[in-house]
């Protein structure tokens, strides 16, 4: 059989971010302030808590961004990644569909998050930072901004949700390795931490409040900032890489997608891949494209969310935005896609969502993992619990074709590998994996604590 593998030389990696808000007719609304809830429609945020650079990113209206050479060339330590044709796995699945998939599990944390991690260290540096605060969940946000910060000179002190901290400990030796000072939350550092710490000495945590602490200790540290790695239109930008690679090489293919498809937490690496082709679609030169958004059953901010102003963290400390959300309040259920727990969803997905640009749906574990497991005997790689998200839905795609008879071209992105997260597959395999059927009440209940926004 033909291995189809299609690697762009070093020098084929691009060399500009595409910014989707250039080419949205309606791009999402501004943010309000988290106090106030007036419109904040001049940078900077109060407070200031990004790098400077990356707050005009956040606002700018220019279609390409030019990707700083420094940037590139640490980029180019996994860069271009790689695009597959899943040959092998269409012909277990017998469908006619050619699918494809980007593979962005061969950086060094093993995912795709440093695409954002790198240039957010970058300006930190330009800037004569310090270092960063910030928060993470299993650890894969973390280990990205500490393998970053480190090659750029700089500190990155990491709140990790408690549970996580004691219960998934590779990723956090992969942070310390880095040079990252890690440390559990809520942690005794901060007010906030000590404020849930005296109400409930024995709490696991939540991403919330790792968050709140995040942002306190940027705030009340000389020469830190915080860092985000997901949501927020900048990360979205950074994460364009994948998109415009992949474009450059379903081109050498000979091949353009029907359908594009990310798992999708805060939203930043499927609207990596989307966006680059999203625009041929906001253009007028590819209007049958479908992008398809793939969240957790267990977080279902798009599928059964409400597009609403609400707040980016529990403690309200970042500002609001208009997104389709479950309630800052909401607390998940303990899937093993960690990635895909947050609450909210980025703004320019919901507003591409909101005008009938792009769909959104949601899978159960146990489906999700069925469907790695049959790509991982096929093609080889194991991917991430989040990325088999995205893998489910291309099998449903795949599926129809196989009904329909029709060859469409499918291209998912492949987040990252799942070398850290066996446990879940095991749980998989020994049938001791919960789906969890959420109960609208719950939704309900997180609700109500939506901001009143006149008009809103
Ligand atoms: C963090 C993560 C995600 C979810 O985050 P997005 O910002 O939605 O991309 C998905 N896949 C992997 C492998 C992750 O580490």
Known sequence: MTQYKYVLEENGMPTYWYNILADMKKPPPFYLHPATLEVMDDPPMPPPVFPMELIKQEFSKERFIEIPD??????????????????????????????????????????HKPNTAIAQAYYAKE??????????????????????????????KVFMVTISYHQKPYRRVMMETWGGSVVPSPSSETNAGRAILEKDPETTGSLGIAISEALEYAMTHEGFK??????????????????LEAKKQMEMAGDYPDIVIGCAGGGSNAAGLIFPFMQDKLNGSQPNLRAIFVESTACPSMTRGTYAYDWGDTAKTGPVAKMHTVGHGFIPAPVHAGGLRYHGMAPSICALLDQGQAEARAYHQNIILQAAES???????????????????????????KESGESKVILFNASGHGLLDLAAYDAFHRQDLP???????????????????PNG
């Open 375 to 401: 790509f991982a005997r096929a093609e080889g790689f194991i991917v991430a619990p989040e990325t088999a998200h995205a893998i489910q839905a291309a099998y449903d795609e795949a599926m129809a074709c």
């Open 226 to 243: 915080y860092s985000l790695g997901s949501v927020v239109n900048f990360v979205l930008l950074h994460q364009t890489v994948i998109g």
């Open 435 to 453: 789906d969890y059927e959420l109960e609208q009440e719950k939704i309900e209940q997180a609700l109500v604590e939506l901001p009143q926004i």
């Open 70 to 111: 420094e940037v590139q060339d640490v980029l180019k330590m996994w860069r271009p990644a790689p695009l597959y044709r899943a040959a092998r796995w269409e012909k277990a699945l017998d469908t006619p569909a050619r699918i494809y998939y980007k593979w962005e599990g061969v950086s060094p944390p093993g995912s």
């Open 127 to 156: 800037e004569k930072l310090e270092g960063f605060a910030t928060e993470t969940g299993a650890g894969q946000w973390g280990s990205a901004l500490c393998f970053a910060a480190n090659l750029f000179g700089l500190k990155c």
